[in-house]
């Protein structure tokens, strides 16, 4: 059965670095997310990506973030500069088509930042 | 804004009994999708269900169904036959005609033998 793959499954970077974190949805999906969940709280959503370009997102999706789909595989989620507070489990998730077809998630990507 | 709320942190049953998990929701949308997900120690994020506002019929899938009650914005999770892979933290979630879902804060179900 297809899955969304991620990569690296940990993560442990230095406050102010640039990280990113890499993300194969389903084949034949053509809508992408990133969602975070800090430790014990709720899983919130950043970005839905469709057609190479942002078509939604939160906000806490700022200028320090940014969301690639650099060939016809992978998507990506960039945090320029990290702080402490992007500490967090980081999914993909993606979907066939918008408006209620089920978001399939990713087994996630563990972030530390110290 | 859209708003989902569970309202047991932590729950507990015993193995082959039912179990019920509470979720209420707020939005201003006529059509929309509600999901719970499952997530077990390892975190990942586990599609369990999933109800079309505009259905009346519950849905179900397997040994997991649903209570959708539209006009009380409600909408329960029933586990029969608990088994201990159950497990896990059950998130409630409200997906609008947007693309983004919204949780809920999660229940944490443990199954005892």
């Known amino acids: 059965e297809p899955e969304v793959t991620q990569t690296p499954s940990h993560q442990v970077t230095q406050m102010g670095q640039e990280v990113i974190l890499r993300c194969v949805p389903i084949s034949n999906h053509l809508y992408f997310y990133w969602y975070r969940q800090i430790l014990g709280q709720k899983v919130e959503f950043l970005v839905s990506f469709y057609n190479n370009e942002i078509s939604e997102k939160s906000e806490i999706f700022d200028d320090q973030f940014s969301v690639e789909r650099p060939d016809g595989s992978n998507f990506t989620l960039k945090i320029r500069s990290t702080k402490l507070e992007d500490s967090a489990m980081y999914f993909c998730?993606?979907?066939?088509?918008?408006?209620?077809?089920?978001?399939?998630f990713g087994p996630g990507t563990r972030l530390l930042v110290l | 804004a859209q708003t989902v709320t569970q309202s047991q942190p932590e729950m507990s049953v015993q193995e082959a009994e039912t179990v019920t998990l509470s979720c209420t929701y707020d939005t201003s949308e006529n059509n929309y999708y509600l999901f719970w997900y499952k997530q077990p120690p390892s975190r990942q994020m586990i599609l369990v269900i999933r109800?079309?506002?505009?259905?009346?019929q519950n849905a179900t899938e397997n040994r997991f169904s649903v209570n959708f009650q539209k006009a009380a914005k409600s909408f329960s999770l029933k586990i029969s036959d608990s088994q201990l892979g159950d497990t896990a933290m059950y998130f409630c979630a409200l997906r609008n005609a947007g693309n983004m879902l919204t949780f809920g804060g999660g229940t944490r179900l443990m199954v005892k033998p």
């Open positions: 998730a993606s979907s066939e088509v918008q408006g209620g077809k089920t978001q399939y």
């Open positions: 109800q079309e506002a505009y259905k009346q």
